[in-house]
């Protein structure tokens, strides 16, 4: 299962912003010693006002409970949006029978 996840960044002091950076590095050690959670890509929007990551998973629980975790740590400084997503050859049976539905 791939999860992506997208945040925008919370208008912060410099004092939560510390405090901010002190939570991500402590749920990326977390990340890293997590077997469920395998990270795909992360990407920084270039003004720095937001990002998004996608994480692989082959257990949905352990999925959802990384997400709320983040959630719990970050939010009081980013907004969140995850999403399941499929990649193209995942997606591809299911557009070509959609497809189908609709043109027959």
Not at 17 to 29: F, P, Q, V
């Amino acid at each position: 299962m791939l999860t992506c996840t997208t945040w925008k960044a919370r208008a912060i002091t410099p004092e939560q912003s510390n405090r901010m950076m002190d939570a991500w590095g402590k749920l990326e050690a977390a990340t890293e010693e997590n077997p469920a959670i395998e990270r795909v890509c992360w990407y920084i929007n270039a003004d720095g006002s937001g990002g998004m990551t996608v994480e692989r998973s082959d257990d949905a629980d352990a999925a959802a409970s990384f997400g709320l975790e983040t959630t719990l740590a970050l939010g009081e400084f980013l907004e969140f949006d995850s999403r399941i997503v499929l990649d193209l050859d995942a997606a591809m049976p299911a557009i070509i029978r959609g497809m189908e539905r609709i043109n027959s």
